[in-house]
């Protein structure tokens, strides 16, 4: 079956504590994104990745590191989380730069104390 | 559940009604436009796209309807069932926003009663 998956699914952990959320993707896309979506201000970009090796900023990245040494593998990295990271991320895969029909993961609710 | 339902437009309708879900975009570059559903849980689910040289595109019970000329885009939903609450929301791509050119809109939360 076609998937993003993302593990894990629900993180509660506190201040400076770092973590690594994982995403990833079977279906062969070169395109992967990672997203946070927090109420009233909808689905955000915080890193993007074109192919293995290259990743750029989305609109709200800091605080946040990625990396894509292969291509099914996406983490997203908090090296030292603060309460305003509390928020739900998706990571997202498609097949090319358009990024039509991108593919979502489930979603991890994470919670920052 | 999940919180990304608050503060978001609601539009409620009795089920086998049709819903017409609207959405704005700013930037008039804009070339490629796609409606997403989130159900509670889960992440964004791709429902049907159109781009700029189209007005209208059908899919299976939606049609999305485009009016560039009021930078307006809509999702209209035939026939509503149970399963299609959700939160709706519209993205946007070409028109320079957002770091990758796509943008998303916050969504409009559609409860079907029955």
Same mark, same amino acid.
């Given at each position: /079956?076609?998937?993003?998956?993302?593990?894990?699914?629900?993180?509660?952990?506190?201040?400076?504590?770092?973590?690594?959320?994982?995403?990833?993707?079977?279906?062969?896309?070169?395109?992967?994104s990672?997203?946070?979506?927090?109420?009233?201000?909808?689905?955000?970009?915080?890193?993007?990745?074109?192919?293995?090796?290259?990743?750029?900023?989305?609109?709200?990245? /800091?605080?946040?590191?990625?990396?894509r040494?292969?291509?099914?593998?996406?983490?997203?990295?908090? /090296?030292?989380?603060?309460?305003?990271?509390?928020?739900?991320?998706?990571?997202?895969s498609?097949?090319?730069?358009?990024? /039509?029909?991108?593919?979502?993961?489930?979603?991890?609710?994470?919670?920052?104390l | 559940?999940?919180?990304?339902?608050?503060?978001?437009?609601? =539009?409620?309708? @009795?089920?086998?009604?049709?819903?017409?879900?609207?959405?704005?975009?700013?930037n008039?570059?804009? &070339?490629?436009?796609?409606?997403?559903?989130?159900?509670?849980?889960?992440?964004? @689910?791709?429902?049907? &796209?159109?781009?700029?040289?189209?007005?209208?595109? @059908? #899919?299976?019970?939606?049609t999305? =309807?485009?009016?560039?000329?009021?930078?307006? =885009?809509?999702? @209209? *939903?035939?026939?509503?069932?149970? #399963?299609?609450?959700?939160?709706?929301?519209?993205?946007?791509? #070409?028109? #320079?926003?957002?770091? &990758?050119? =796509?943008?998303?809109?916050?969504?409009?939360?559609l409860? *079907?009663?029955?």
């Amino acid at each position: /079956e076609a998937q993003v998956t993302q593990n894990p699914r629900y993180l509660i952990t506190v201040t400076g504590k770092k973590l690594t959320v994982t995403c990833s993707q079977n279906m062969n896309h070169e395109y992967m994104s990672w997203y946070r979506q927090d109420p009233g201000l909808g689905l955000r970009q915080i890193y993007y990745s074109m192919n293995v090796e290259v990743t750029d900023k989305g609109d709200v990245p /800091e605080g946040y590191k990625v990396s894509r040494k292969e291509k099914r593998n996406f983490p997203l990295i908090l /090296e030292s989380p603060s309460p305003n990271q509390t928020s739900l991320y998706f990571c997202a895969s498609s097949w090319g730069y358009l990024r /039509e029909t991108q593919y979502f993961g489930p979603g991890t609710r994470l919670l920052v104390l | 559940g999940e919180s990304v339902g608050l503060h978001l437009p609601t =539009l409620s309708v @009795q089920e086998g009604d049709n819903s017409i879900i609207n959405c704005a975009y700013s930037n008039s570059a804009s &070339d490629y436009f796609i409606w997403y559903k989130q159900e509670s849980g889960k992440g964004p @689910q791709f429902i049907i &796209d159109i781009r700029s040289n189209m007005d209208k595109r @059908q #899919g299976q019970r939606v049609t999305v =309807l485009l009016n560039k000329t009021v930078k307006h =885009l809509s999702l @209209q *939903i035939a026939a509503t069932q149970p #399963g299609d609450s959700a939160v709706y929301f519209c993205a946007e791509m #070409g028109g #320079g926003g957002g770091a &990758d050119g =796509l943008t998303f809109g916050k969504g409009t939360h559609l409860i *079907i009663q029955p």
